[in-house]
C-alpha cells in the first residue's frame, strides 16, 4: 500500500490529504496549482497542435522544445475514460496503475505521484474535463514546487457563446452507474456572460468484496466579457465522495522461501471507509493591453475535509498449523487540507534589431495549511488469511495525536522565446524559488503542542532551450531544465527531509505530417534527481532519502489520422532507471540497482476506424493494448531476493454508433477492458520483517455501455 512506502510528491492541479494513526509520523502536506483556462473549443480529432503547459503561452507543439503530450476530448470520448489513470496510459513514459485509497498512482519518467482530486481521497472525477496535457521533465521555472519527473494539466471545459446540451448515462460491470450532463448557455445576447455547468453522480461496487463508492460532482463556470479586451471568470468544483475504498491485496510473504503465497484476488481484509467533501475556487482577470502585451492573475482556494474514520491495516501475518494468519491494528484519523494561491503572468511580444521576443514574467504564491487528527489502539485482531472474520477494535484515547502544518511558497520567474532566425529559436528562462514551513503536534490529543523543526530554504532554477525548424513540418530540438522544492515527509526523528533538486537534459525531433493531421516525435533524455525521498523500510510511516537516482531513456509518438476516419494513437517508451547514490546502509536502496517497480519498457496503442460507407455510416469501432516490462523489486525480502512482477498486455475495445436526429445527436457505445481477461498484478510493495507484501491484481474483464444525447 504506498500510503507506508511511497513518499508522496506534489503534482500541477492536485494536492493530497491523508492522516495517521498515532504512532505514525503524519503525512506531508502539499501544493496545489491553479488550473489553467483555456477557452478553445473541445478537439474534434486526435490531434492537439498547441499545448500551454511547457511556456505558458501559446507556442505551437511543434516549436515547443520539451517533451509535451496532449490527449484531446476525443480520445475520451472513444475510451469511456473516466479515470486519470486510464487516460494516461495514451502517453509515453507515463506508467499508471492503481494507488491506495483509491487513488490513482502516475509515475512520469523518474517520479511517482498520486493524484487526489483536488485534495480528497479518492480518483479524479473527469466530468468537467476539455483535455489532458503532460509535460515530461523539471518544470519548475513555471510552476515552482512540482517534482521533476513532469507535470499533468487538466484543462476543464469553459463557457461557449453558442448554447448547447447533452446528457449521458453509463452503466457498467459490478453495478456501475454514472450519470453526467453538460449545459452551456449564453446569458446575454451580446455574450458578454457566458454559463456553463457540468454535473455527474457515480456509483459502483467491485469485484473486490466490501469495496464500494458513491461520488457526487457539480462544476459551474461563468464568464464575465467585460470588455472587448478583458475577461473574468468564476469556476467552482464541489465533490462528495463516500466509500469503502480498495488499498490493495495483502498477499503473504513466506519467509523459508521469500516467495509470495496467492489468496483469492476477491477478498480483502484491509478497511478504509472514507468520506470526503472537497470544495475549490478559482478566479481569473484576463486583460489585453495590446496585440502585443497582455496580463492574466489567477487565484484559487480549495478546501478538502475527510471527517475522522477508522481503517483497519495488517500488522503481521504468520503461519500457524499450517495455515496463514493475519494480525490487524485499526488506524483512525481525520484532516483538514486548505490551499490558497495567486499567480500573476505578464506577456509581451517585441523585437529587438532582428530578433523577436515572447516574453513572459510571473510571480506565485502558496499557503498550504493541514490539520490531521490521528489514532488507534496497541490491540490487534487475528484471522485467518482465508475467509477473515471482520476485526471488532475500539479507539484508545491514549494512542491519539495531532497535528498542523503550514507551508508557504513563492516564486518569481522570467522567460524569453527568442526568434533568432525564420528557423532558429531560442527560450531561455530561471526562476527564484522559496519556501519555508512550520509545523506542531500533539500526543495525545489534549495535551500541549511541541514545535518540530521548520523548514526554510530557497533557490534559483535556470532552463535553456534551442529548436531548429528545419521544415514547416520538421523540428529538432535540445534543452535543460532544473528542480527545486521542498521534501514531502519527516524522518524517524521527526526532522525535515533535505530538500531535492533535479535536472534533465533532453534532445528530440518532432514532425507534423498530412497536412497536420497526424503528429510524431522521438526524444532522448537524461534526468537526474538529488535527495530523493522514499520509505523507511526499517520505519514503516517514515522517510528517508536516497543519495541521487537517474533515469536515462527514449520516447516515440505518433499520433493523429493516418487516413480518411482511421485514428491512431501509439507509443513506446525506454526508461530504465539506477540509484546512482544509494541511501543509509539497510536500507535496500543500494547504489548500481534499478529503483524498485519501474518497467524498462512500455508500449500503448489505441486505434480507431470511423465508417463513411453506405450502409454503415455513424459506425465506429477501436481496439488497442498496453504493454508492461516485466518490474524487478530489489532488496525486497529478508534475504535479498529480488521479486518481480511480470511482463502484461492488456487489450480493450470499442464500437459505437451515432446518428442525427434532426438538430440533435443521439449515440450508443460499448466498451469492453482487458478483453482477454489477463490476469496480472503489479505496484508491488514488499514488508518483508511482517512477511506480507501489498500489490494490486488486474482487474477482471469489465463492460460498459453508453446512451448520449446532445443538443
Not at 473486490?208 to 479586451?229: E, G, M
Not at 522570467?414 to 500533539?442: N, P, W
Not at 507534423?512 to 525521498?533: E, H, I, M, P, Y
Not at 481477461?677 to 505496484?683: G, P, V
Amino acid at each position: 500500500m504506498k500510503m507506508f512506502f511511497k513518499a508522496a510528491a506534489t503534482a500541477a492541479l492536485t494536492c493530497t490529504c491523508m492522516a495517521v494513526s498515532a504512532d505514525e509520523a503524519p503525512p506531508p502536506a502539499t501544493t496545489q496549482l491553479p488550473k489553467m483556462t483555456v477557452t478553445d473549443t473541445p478537439d474534434a480529432d486526435y490531434v492537439a497542435p498547441d499545448a500551454t503547459s511547457a511556456t505558458k503561452t501559446e507556442t505551437p507543439i511543434l516549436e515547443t522544445p520539451r517533451s509535451v503530450y496532449v490527449v484531446p476530448q476525443q480520445v475520451l470520448q472513444d475510451q469511456q475514460a473516466l479515470t486519470l489513470d486510464r487516460i494516461l496510459t495514451n502517453v509515453p513514459g507515463v506508467n499508471s496503475g492503481g494507488g491506495e485509497g483509491g487513488q490513482e498512482s502516475i509515475t512520469l519518467r523518474l517520479e511517482e505521484y498520486s493524484t487526489t482530486g483536488g485534495g480528497t481521497l479518492g480518483a479524479t472525477t473527469i466530468t468537467n474535463v476539455d483535455r489532458v496535457e503532460v509535460l515530461l521533465g523539471p518544470a519548475a521555472i513555471l510552476y515552482g514546487r512540482v517534482e521533476p519527473g513532469g507535470m499533468v494539466n487538466i484543462v476543464t471545459k469553459q463557457p461557449e457563446p453558442q448554447f448547447s446540451t447533452s446528457a449521458q448515462q453509463i452503466v457498467g460491470s459490478w453495478s456501475h452507474s454514472f450519470t453526467s450532463a453538460d449545459l452551456n448557455v449564453p446569458l446575454t445576447a451580446d455574450n458578454s456572460l457566458l454559463f456553463r455547468v457540468n454535473g455527474s453522480y457515480e456509483t459502483s461496487q467491485s469485484w473486490r468484496d466490501t469495496i464500494h463508492s458513491q461520488v457526487s460532482f457539480l462544476a459551474p463556470v461563468l464568464k464575465w466579457n467585460v470588455a472587448d479586451k478583458t475577461s473574468l471568470t468564476f469556476e467552482g468544483e464541489f465533490r462528495r465522495s463516500v466509500a469503502n475504498q480498495d488499498v490493495g491485496q495483502v498477499v503473504p510473504l513466506d519467509p523459508t522461501t521469500n516467495a509470495l503465497v496467492w489468496v483469492p484476488r476477491e477478498e480483502t481484509f484491509t478497511s478504509n471507509p472514507t468520506t470526503s467533501d472537497t470544495s475549490r475556487y478559482f478566479e481569473t482577470l484576463a486583460h489585453q493591453f495590446s496585440d502585443d502585451w497582455s496580463v492574466t492573475q489567477r487565484y484559487m482556494h480549495s478546501l478538502s475535509v475527510v471527517p475522522v474514520d477508522s481503517s483497519y491495516y495488517p500488522s503481521d501475518l504468520y503461519q500457524q498449523n499450517g495455515a496463514w494468519y493475519v494480525d490487524r491494528y485499526l488506524s483512525v484519523y481525520g484532516s483538514t487540507n486548505q490551499t490558497d494561491a495567486t499567480i500573476l503572468d505578464l506577456v509581451g511580444h517585441f523585437a529587438t534589431g532582428g530578433v523577436k521576443h515572447t516574453l513572459l514574467v510571473g510571480s506565485d504564491f502558496y499557503r498550504t495549511e493541514v490539520d490531521f487528527t490521528g489514532g488507534g489502539t496497541a490491540n490487534l485482531s487475528t484471522s485467518p488469511v482465508i475467509n477473515p472474520t471482520p476485526p471488532f477494535l475500539t479507539p484508545d484515547p491514549a494512542f491519539s495525536n495531532y497535528y498542523t502544518q503550514v507551508s508557504n511558497d513563492y516564486g518569481i520567474y522570467v522567460q524569453d522565446q527568442l526568434k533568432l532566425t525564420s528557423s532558429l529559436q531560442a527560450t531561455l528562462g530561471e526562476r527564484f524559488q522559496h519556501f519555508d514551513t512550520a509545523s506542531a503536534s500533539a500526543a495525545p490529543i489534549g495535551s500541549a503542542l511541541v514545535a518540530n523543526d521548520s523548514t526554510r530554504d530557497s533557490a534559483f532554477t535556470p532552463q535553456a532551450g534551442l529548436l531548429w525548424q528545419m521544415h514547416d513540418e520538421f523540428s529538432l530540438y535540445g534543452s535543460y531544465a532544473t528542480n527545486f522544492g521542498m521534501n514531502n515527509g519527516f524522518d524517524y526523528e521527526h526532522k525535515p527531509l533535505d530538500p531535492e533538486s533535479g535536472k534533465q537534459f533532453e534532445v528530440g525531433a518532432k514532425s507534423q505530417l498530412l497536412d497536420g493531421k497526424l503528429t510524431t516525435s522521438l526524444a532522448w533524455f537524461d534526468l537526474t534527481k538529488t535527495n530523493v525521498a522514499v520509505a523507511d523500510p526499517l520505519h514503516p510511516n517514515y522517510s528517508i532519502t536516497i543519495g541521487q537516482i537517474r533515469s536515462r531513456g527514449a520516447e516515440w509518438d505518433v499520433q493523429g489520422e493516418i487516413g480518411y476516419g482511421w485514428n491512431i494513437l501509439a507509443n513506446v517508451s525506454y526508461d530504465p532507471t539506477l540509484i546512482t547514490v544509494g541511501g543509509p546502509a539497510g536500507s535496500g536502496y543500494v547504489q548500481g540497482n534499478p529503483l524498485s517497480g519501474d518497467p524498462r519498457w512500455m508500449a500503448n496503442l489505441w486505434t480507431t476506424y470511423q465508417f463513411s460507407q453506405s450502409g454503415l455510416a455513424g459506425w465506429k469501432v477501436g481496439i488497442g493494448t498496453n504493454w508492461r516490462d516485466a518490474s524487478p523489486w530489489p532488496g525486497a525480502t529478508n534475504a535479498g531476493t529480488v521479486l518481480t512482477t511480470p511482463a502484461y498486455w492488456v487489450w480493450s475495445a470499442m464500437a459505437a454508433y451515432e446518428r442525427s436526429l434532426g438538430k440533435s445527436k443521439l449515440s450508443f457505445q460499448l466498451n469492453i477492458e482487458n478483453l482477454f481477461n489477463a490476469f496480472y498484478f503489479s505496484d508491488l510493495y514488499p514488508v518483508a520483517s511482517q512477511n506480507y507484501s501489498f500489490l494490486n491484481y488486474s482487474t477482471p474483464r469489465s463492460f460498459t455501455g453508453s446512451v448520449k444525447v446532445s443538443f
